[in-house]
């Protein structure tokens, strides 16, 4: 059972993935703090609203003999939005993924708090720098930057 509903939550999340005409999609690195490890991802922003945000994204964990991987239905508001700054709120389901070596594996819900910054560059290229609380089973806070383009 624990396979389907994991296979049947990526098949969702990466389905919401898919980029609109409007969407932007972006990389992001950093570290989860409680882990001391980093992470690599990748999501896709799209509009939902004036100000206001879907951003699915998945991301993965170097953690030794483990795999650890998040993926989360995030969606935030743009606070400041100025042709060059914004700065966001928000709030969204994430699903965590471990399994430990192979042979043990769970899957936890838990709700993300999100803060970040971004600035526009050269054409549609956004740099930023975000904060991520995870409340769940397993807390932790991560904090990542990133490239949306």
């Not at 004036?50 to 606070?79: G, K, V």
């Not at 700054?85 to 708090?113: H, M, P, R, V």
């Amino acid at each position: 059972m624990k396979k389907f509903t994991f296979i049947l939550i990526t098949g969702i999340i990466l389905f919401a993935m898919t980029p609109s005409a409007n969407a932007t999609v972006g990389v992001r690195l950093g570290t989860y703090t409680d882990a001391e490890e980093l992470f690599i991802g990748g999501e896709v922003v799209t509009p939902v609203s004036m100000h206001f945000y879907f951003n699915p994204n998945i991301e993965y964990i170097f953690l030794e003999n483990t795999t650890f991987l998040t993926f989360n239905a995030d969606f935030h508001y743009d606070f400041v939005e100025t042709e060059r700054t914004f700065i966001w709120g928000g709030a969204g389901l994430g699903i965590q993924y471990f399994d430990y070596e192979g042979n043990n594996s769970t899957t936890e819900a838990g709700l993300n708090l999100l803060l970040g910054i971004g600035l526009k560059a050269r054409g549609n290229v956004i740099p930023y720098l975000q904060g991520k609380f995870i409340l769940g089973d397993y807390d932790d806070f991560a904090i990542g930057v990133g490239i949306r383009f």
